[in-house]
């Protein structure tokens, strides 16, 4: 998260992406869907990679057509922190909600 922090509001943002609330941005549900059918049962350091390679075998989606609209559910931003260091810090729970579209 450090290289994007340039002052001290941007740190609250930060936190707020892993504690919340922030509202979903989900532009296609299936796609959606599809994330969460794969998401691993536990979300820690490798889990961004196995879970993004599960997404891209189910959907087909690649590049930024994989990346962001899981950076959009997520954390409801276009622009941000790495997803793979973030995903731990969010937690499936919340991912889980995320996901399906749900505030918070």
Known sequence: MKPN???FADAAEMAKI?????TPVIEDTAFAA???EVLPDVIDAGAWSAWTTAVKEKTGA???GLFMPLRL???GQAHGP???AMAPLIGREAIVRRLKGEAG
Do not use: C, H, Y
């Open 34 to 36: 599809a994330a969460l």
């Open 82 to 84: 790495d997803m793979a």
């Open 5 to 7: 922090l340039n002052k």
């Open 73 to 75: 559910a997520l954390t």
């Open 62 to 64: 690649k590049g930024k």
């Open 18 to 22: 892993v504690t919340g609330p922030i």
